[in-house]
């Protein structure tokens, strides 16, 4: 099983990063998808989720109204849209994925069965 994050980058302070999470190796469908975030100095953290009805999501409150998570199972991919991106969004994202009934979308590491290696977003003038 393999999830791989791509799409982080260098932007300025109102920007925006479309992050793509490709999983391999898995029955994408079966999975609820995670975002989380690591910033310098601090634990990771809850961003966003999907759950395996793709009309469930959440969000932390500190990106709710900007981010906006999508996934694509013909293509086993999800996507983490941001936008109106802060410095305080500087962090390694990534995607998890969670062996989860259809309409469970989780908001933390315990149930996580598989991580990606992430992928470093930085928010800076």
């Known amino acids: 099983v393999q999830l791989v994050e791509s799409g982080g980058g260098l932007v300025q302070p109102g920007d925006s990063l479309r992050l793509s999470c490709v999983a391999s190796a898995m029955t994408f469908k079966n999975y609820a998808i995670v975002w989380f975030r690591q910033a310098p100095g601090k634990e990771r953290e809850f961003v966003s989720c999907v759950a395996r009805v793709a009309h469930n999501r959440d969000y932390a409150d500190s990106v709710n109204g900007r981010f906006t998570v999508v996934r694509d199972n013909a293509k086993n991919t999800s996507y983490l849209q941001m936008n109106n991106l802060k410095p305080d969004d500087t962090a390694v994202y990534y995607c998890?994925?969670?062996?989860?009934?259809?309409?469970?979308?989780?908001?933390?590491?315990?149930?996580?069965?598989?991580w990606g290696k992430g992928t470093l977003v930085t928010v800076s003038s």
């Open positions: 998890a994925a969670e062996v989860a009934g259809r309409e469970y979308c989780p908001r933390s590491e315990g149930g996580v069965d598989h």
